[in-house]
């Protein structure tokens, strides 16, 4: 277990607060004249999956749990939940949706990834910072149309939807950056 300030929050930090393991999704530092600075976070329970907004003060310290980080293959869904082997041991794991949260988003099947456990038990799902997904469904673009930075939606095949730039078309492989689900690029042809 190590210590974190406030001044260090991070997306995706995993802090102790009373008792419980809770994940920062969102935090902004604010502060009001003549008072101290105030840290507004929006954290989601890792065990419940119930999301909760709390304010700290700057530079308050927080305890961060022994995370044990595993590489595993996400293998498939079904109806118990989110199937993963381990890539050291084989050993497979079923993970609920809330486990996986907004991560499903990116998943497809045999990419590799990281699980993370706590006390013997898998609490969250780490995906890569950088994903290569084909574009499943989008408008046609149109030849000509060199509007500079005009944008399109596009269906990914995990089923999620990016804003891409309009030369993207169906079966275009582009890298979409995990944490914000932002298209980066297109994909390099292998």
């Known amino acids: 277990m190590g210590l974190v300030e406030t001044k260090a929050f991070h997306k995706g930090l995993k802090i102790i607060v009373e008792s419980e393991i809770w994940e920062v999704m969102e935090y902004a530092h604010s502060k009001v004249a003549q008072r101290r600075p105030v840290v507004k976070t929006k954290l989601r329970n890792i065990k419940t999956g119930a999301v909760q907004e709390m304010s700290f003060s700057s530079g308050e310290t927080f305890t961060t749990p022994d995370v044990e980080r595993r590489p595993v293959q996400y293998l498939y869904t079904d109806d118990i939940g989110f199937h993963f082997m381990d890539t050291e041991n084989y050993e497979q794991y079923a993970v609920g949706p809330g486990t996986v949260g907004d991560a499903r988003k990116f998943l497809k099947e045999q990419q590799e990834l990281q699980l993370n ?45 990016v804003t891409v730039p309009l030369f993207v078309n169906i079966g275009t492989a582009v890298r979409v950056d995990t944490r914000t689900g932002k298209y980066l690029e297109r994909a390099k042809k292998k």
């Not at 989008?138 to 399109?152: H, I, L, N, S």
């Open 117 to 161: 456990f706590y006390d013997g038990k898998p609490i969250d799902v780490e995906l890569p910072t950088v994903v290569e997904l084909e574009v499943t469904q989008t408008e046609p673009g149109v030849r000509g149309d060199t509007v500079t930075g005009a944008t399109k939606p596009a269906t990914l095949e995990t089923g999620a939807v």
